[in-house]
């Protein structure tokens, strides 16, 4: 398995409160990314990081924030949680940008908030 | 832009017979095609993925999919299905950018003994 750590594998929060889910690899990928897995939707992309500092959006960034200070590092800020950010969320890391290359994804985090 | 249709959100397939899953996929530059595997509690792992060349990519665990242009279309399909076969099994396509995958709905796998 590639090298992909996330913490906490699973988090029961209340609606409100600000969660942070984190996301470090040891493969020193320069991309990153944080998805959401509900069902019948698959996965989307909530938002990825292409370098340290360098961060865009993704499909469905609203509510979602992210950091990333060091390489092996992904953070992902859930600022205000509500019921409907209960989900899965899998980081995934690429080394390279190009289409053709496949990510690697972390054994994924469920969150759930009540 | 890119996407994918996953037909079929249930498959079932008696422990020996084939495995079909379909894969549909729009795109309006030449696509990069991936299968991935889901096991229960766990993350994604790589089947296959379809770059350029042969357009019969062999994968990991007895899998393969045809690429098919004329019916834009990524089967992905097992002579001979296994117990350990039953999973989520989900198509993508890498955007134009590299920087994002479209991941279909799913099709979860059920191996019946």
């Known amino acids: 398995d590639a090298g992909i750590t996330q913490s906490p594998r699973h988090k029961v929060t209340e609606t409100g409160t600000p969660v942070t889910l984190r996301c470090h690899q040891t493969?020193?990928?320069?991309?990153m990314y944080w998805y959401r897995q509900d069902p019948g939707h698959g996965l989307r992309l909530i938002h990825y990081?292409?370098?340290?500092?360098?961060?865009d959006k993704g499909e469905v960034s609203d509510g979602y924030s992210v950091s990333r200070s060091k390489t092996e590092d992904f953070l992902l800020t859930l600022e205000s949680a509500t019921s409907s950010q209960t989900s899965v969320y899998f980081c995934?890391?690429?080394?390279?940008?190009?289409?053709?290359?496949?990510?690697?994804f972390g054994q994924g985090t469920r969150l759930t908030v009540v | 832009a890119q996407s994918v249709t996953q037909l079929g959100s249930h498959v079932s397939v008696s422990e020996g017979a084939l495995v079909l899953l379909r894969c549909n996929y729009s795109s309006s530059v030449p696509p990069y095609l991936f299968w991935y595997v889901q096991y229960p509690n766990q993350g994604l792992q790589l089947l296959l993925k379809y770059t350029t060349g042969a357009t019969l990519v062999k994968g990991i665990n007895g899998f393969e999919a045809e690429f098919k242009k004329s019916e834009t279309s990524f089967h992905l399909t097992k002579p001979s299905a296994h117990m350990s076969d039953a999973a989520e099994y989900f198509c993508?396509?890498?955007?134009?950018?590299?920087?994002?995958?479209?991941f279909g709905t799913g099709t979860s796998l059920t191996v019946i003994p």
């Open positions: 995934a890391i690429k080394n390279s940008g190009t289409a053709n290359t496949e990510a690697f």
């Open positions: 993508a396509v890498s955007g134009s950018t590299g920087n994002q995958f479209y």
């Open positions: 990081s292409y370098g340290v500092k360098d961060t």
């Open positions: 493969e020193n990928h320069r991309y």
